[in-house]
C-alpha cells in the first residue's frame, strides 16, 4: 500500500534553532518528493522537489534530502524563524495523476 | 504569472443544504485541475481530478461530485451535505515541467463547516 509517514506528528523550537524533519514512504513506482509548507488556513506552498537521481536540494534555509534506496527523505531547517511556524507536508508521487501526501508535521518556532 | 483562486474563504452550511465552491486559474491553458480535502491533522485527500473540459475523474466514492464547465474553471458541489464533509477545501492546478515531472500549485482553500 502507498503510504507516506511523517515524524515527528508536532515540534516545538526556539527561535535561531536548526531542525531536522522526517519522512518515510512505500510508495511505489517512484516519481519525485516534494516538501510543501502549509501556514495555518492557507494553501500548501512548494518549498523542494527531488527526483530519484537526486540526493539534496536547497531553497533559502531549507534542504531537503533523498535516499532512494531507503524511501526516507528529510527536510531539514537552518536558523528557524518565527514565520517557519506551518505544517511541512512530504508528497511522493508515484506517477501519472496520483500524488500520495504525508499527514504533516506542525512546527512551533517560538520566540 | 499564474493564479488561482477559490471563493469562498469560508462556509458554514446546515445539514442536508446544497454546495457549492468555485475555484478559477488565470494565467495558464488546459491545465489539470484538481479537488483535494484536508480533514484536520490528516494529510490531503485528492477527491477529483480533470485533464480538461467535461472530464472528470473521482478518486473516492463519496458526497461530493465536480464539474469543469470551462476550460479554467473547477466546480465542487453537493446536493445535500452531511456532517462528515466537514473540512478544508484545496483546489490546484498542475502543468509538466520537463524533468520533474506535474508540479502542483494550491488555491487558498475554503473551510466549510457542516452543523
Known amino acids: 500500500k502507498n503510504q507516506v509517514e511523517q515524524s515527528p506528528q508536532s515540534l516545538i523550537i526556539l527561535e535561531g534553532k536548526n531542525c531536522t524533519l522526517q519522512c518515510n514512504y512505500t510508495v511505489s513506482p517512484f516519481s519525485n518528493l516534494r516538501w510543501y509548507k502549509q501556514d495555518t488556513g492557507r494553501g500548501p506552498v512548494s518549498l523542494t522537489i527531488m527526483t530519484f537521481s537526486e540526493n539534496t536540494k536547497s531553497n533559502g534555509r531549507y534542504t531537503a534530502t533523498l535516499d532512494a534506496d531507503t524511501k526516507q527523505s528529510s527536510l531539514h531547517i537552518t536558523a528557524s524563524q518565527l514565520s517557519d511556524s506551518a505544517s511541512y507536508i512530504c508528497?511522493?508521487?508515484?506517477?501519472?495523476?496520483?500524488?500520495?501526501f504525508g499527514a504533516g508535521t506542525r512546527l512551533f518556532v517560538k520566540a | 504569472s499564474q493564479t488561482i483562486h477559490q471563493w469562498p474563504a469560508t462556509l458554514v452550511q446546515p445539514v442536508g443544504s446544497p454546495l457549492s465552491l468555485e475555484c478559477t486559474v488565470e494565467?495558464?491553458?488546459?491545465?489539470?485541475l484538481y479537488w483535494y480535502r484536508q480533514a484536520a491533522g490528516r494529510g490531503l485527500q485528492l477527491l477529483f481530478y480533470?485533464?480538461?473540459?467535461?472530464?472528470i475523474s473521482s478518486e473516492v466514492p463519496q458526497n461530493l461530485s465536480a464539474s469543469r464547465p470551462q476550460d479554467r474553471q473547477f466546480i465542487l458541489s453537493s446536493k445535500k451535505l452531511l456532517l462528515s464533509d466537514s473540512g478544508f477545501y484545496l483546489c490546484?492546478?498542475?502543468?509538466?515541467?520537463?524533468?520533474?515531472?506535474?508540479?502542483?500549485?494550491f488555491g487558498p482553500g475554503t473551510r466549510l463547516t457542516v452543523l
Open positions: 494565467g495558464t491553458s488546459n491545465p489539470n
Open positions: 480533470s485533464v480538461g473540459i467535461g472530464q
Open positions: 490546484a492546478w498542475s502543468v509538466l515541467i520537463a524533468g520533474t515531472g506535474n508540479e502542483q500549485f
Open positions: 508528497v511522493v508521487r508515484p506517477g501519472g495523476f496520483k500524488t500520495i
